[in-house]
């Protein structure tokens, strides 16, 4: 038991970056009702370009992370036109060929992520990467290494400026409108079609921005997508779907999971144990932990 | 009528091509290609029954073919059970996984069915990885029964008897009605007296079964499996691409997406193989391409137009017939 308070406290840091991921990607959700399976390649991608940038100008990855942020958004703000377009076809079932459509990017982004950077796995390295504060006086030792609390600050700015965009702004309650009923918002003037592609370049900006920290504090590789993506949905399902309040929750949770397998069982077991948690939560309370989900 | 003679001749033909394939040819490398190419058939239709009748996208269709794959391999090895055994317990064994992950699963919406099918398949592969009893990822090695013949017939026979009874049940019963009523409108098709919930299970469990079987059958033949092949994302990542691109919904669209798809991969493998990953790429491409440009998929478009030509001329025709009796 002398190690849990450190588990705990990892698992708080660590879940508070899932929290940044997660309400972006049920954000996009929210307003295109599309599920992106391309979130974990994003992430990648981020991780990727701030490893590169960071080997070529010597520079501090955290520095990069506004630019990144700039050029991933114009990314997604130019990719969702393309999904729009699936999503409001008139042949077949737009909705599932919007599902299918994220699925064949995400299997060409690894595609591509593999071919361009191989298999090995890294880390990126930061000026945060070496410091940590040891906290001597919780009854056992807790040592939080800089990187992460640097990460877990990131995380609540995010979270926040999010919060401010959505509640405070006119943007945001257009989005709201959108994610509560897409026609009626439409009349009410909100441009569905350009809102969707801000806020789905918003998550793809997010999402990539992340991809840098998460690279600094564990490892970046071409198959790292896939874990993300299966942590971005439980945290979404486990929130409950379309309930934002619920997210920051389900990714604490996350987080503790992760920290807890890695601390004391096999970590090669998380993705398992993320799946059984999940699944007994569905079994349960198929609306999520606060039974406030659609 | 005669359009239906034709047609039924046609497939009495191609039934008796396939048939006497491995007295045509000599060569066991072509049978082999035969043989996996009939092996994506059934596994793509198997797929499509769950994606395209349903409307429910299993993104982890390979790990029912993985679950039958590793049942077999098990039985075999460990318990000495002789093949044909084996087999059954390979589709059963799928259709339970089918059961348990479908009981929380199918609650929910499309888009979360699609990607707890995914995790699922993940979390399977993890578990093979990582157990002691499945070889981790060292794979299991399973005796060799080398009669190609065997095998070739063994998954002609598979696939046709699938192809027939889904055919029979979604094409000409009332069950596959039922299933494009639940795709169309889940509300809609609750209103009229369906219990949807039952009928997605019946219809997952309908696609995992055949899928664990052919599964066995693979394990059997390649006689080593392990969790990157059997398991993998490719299996799953392969299905979609032949059933989008030969046509969601129907029988014969997955069948030819399935066949054309893995034309292709042999090819490429053939002459390509430095470039595999180049392979990862072009399957996700040829998914967002034919999702953008022939959503209906190849069969699907090509019956659309069929149908669109044989429309018109009919009212010409017609006036044509009318004339020539006032006359």
């Known amino acids: 038991m002398e190690l849990l308070p450190q588990a705990l406290a990892d698992g708080i840091l660590l879940g508070g970056i899932y929290i940044t991921i997660a309400i972006a990607f049920s954000l996009t959700y929210g307003v295109m009702h599309v599920i992106d399976f391309a979130v974990g390649e994003w992430i990648m991608f981020g991780a990727f370009t701030g490893y590169y940038l960071n080997k070529w100008t010597g520079l501090d990855p955290f520095l990069f992370m506004p630019v990144i942020f700039a050029a991933y958004f114009v990314v997604g703000y130019l990719v969702q036109p393309v999904i729009h377009r699936v999503l409001s076809g008139t042949k077949g079932n737009p909705f599932l060929m919007g599902l ?30 070496e410091g940590a504060f040891t906290f001597e006086n919780l009854g056992a030792g807790v040592t939080i290494p800089t990187v992460r609390l640097v990460g877990l600050i990131y995380a609540l700015a995010i979270t926040a400026a999010l919060h401010y965009l959505l509640k405070k702004t006119n943007f945001g309650l257009g989005v709201r409108a959108l994610a509560q009923h897409k026609d009626a918002a439409g009349l ?21 921005m992340t991809g840098v920290l998460l690279g600094c504090i564990l490892s970046i590789g071409a198959q790292m997508g896939n874990e993300y993506t299966i942590f971005a949905f439980f945290v979404v399902v486990l929130a409950g779907m379309g309930y934002l309040a619920g997210v ?47 | 009528m005669k359009a239906l003679n034709n047609r039924l001749g046609l497939m009495a033909l191609i039934v008796a091509l396939l048939f006497a394939l491995p007295l045509l040819v000599n060569d066991t490398f072509i049978l082999r290609v035969a043989t996996e190419a009939i092996m994506w058939v059934g596994l793509a239709i198997a797929f499509d029954v769950i994606a395209g009748y349903t409307g429910y996208l299993n993104f982890g269709h390979g790990a029912f073919f993985g679950i039958g794959a590793y049942t077999i391999a098990l039985l075999m090895m460990k318990a000495n059970l002789p093949f044909a055994l084996a087999l059954p317990a390979g589709g059963v064994a799928a259709g339970i996984a089918a059961l348990i992950a479908g009981i929380p699963t199918l609650r929910l919406k499309g888009a ?12 399977i592969q993890q578990l093979a990885l990582n157990v002691e009893w499945t070889g981790g990822p060292d794979g299991m090695r399973l005796d060799a029964y080398l009669h190609p013949e065997f095998f070739y017939y063994l998954m002609l026979v598979t ?16 069950f596959g009605l039922k299933l494009k009523a639940i795709r169309e409108d889940e509300e809609g098709a609750k209103a009229l007296g369906l219990n949807p919930t039952k009928l997605k299970m019946q219809a997952f469990i309908l696609s995992a079964l055949p899928t664990g079987v052919l599964g066995g059958i693979y394990a059997y033949w390649i006689t080593f499996i392990d969790p990157s092949s059997t398991l993998g994302d490719m299996v799953s990542d392969q299905a979609v691409v032949m059933v989008v691109f030969g046509g969601m919904g129907t029988l014969f669209g997955p069948a030819i997406g399935a066949l054309l798809i893995f034309a292709f991969k042999t090819v490429f493998w053939a002459y390509l193989s430095d470039y595999q990953l180049l392979y990862l790429i072009i399957l996700g491409a040829l998914i967002a391409v034919s999702v953008i440009f022939i959503p209906n998929g190849l069969w699907g478009t090509l019956m659309s137009r069929k149908k669109a030509e044989t429309a018109r001329p009919e009212p010409v025709l017609k006036a044509g017939v009318a004339q020539e009796e006032a006359n």
């Open chain 1, 100 to 129: 299918v459509f994220t699925f064949g990017l995400a299997i060409m982004f690894k595609g591509l992520a593999l071919t361009v950077f191989g298999y090995y796995s890294n880390s990126i390295p930061s000026m945060f990467s």
């Open chain 1, 188 to 208: 009410m003037g909100v441009n569905s079609k350009r809102t969707g592609s801000y806020v789905y370049g918003i998550y793809v900006g997010i999402s990539a």
């Open chain 1, 248 to 294: 920051p929750w389900a990714a604490l949770l996350l987080g503790m999971v992760q920290s807890i397998f890695m601390i004391y069982f096999n970590p090669s077991h998380t993705l398992l144990a993320v799946f059984v948690i999940l699944y007994l939560i569905l079994l349960i309370s198929p609306r999520g932990l606060f039974a406030k989900g659609v």
């Open chain 2, 112 to 123: 979360y069915f699609a990607i707890a099918t995914w995790a699922l398949s993940r979390a």
């Open chain 2, 159 to 174: 696939v046709g008897a699938t192809f027939l009874l889904l055919w029979y049940l979604l094409e000409r019963a009332p």
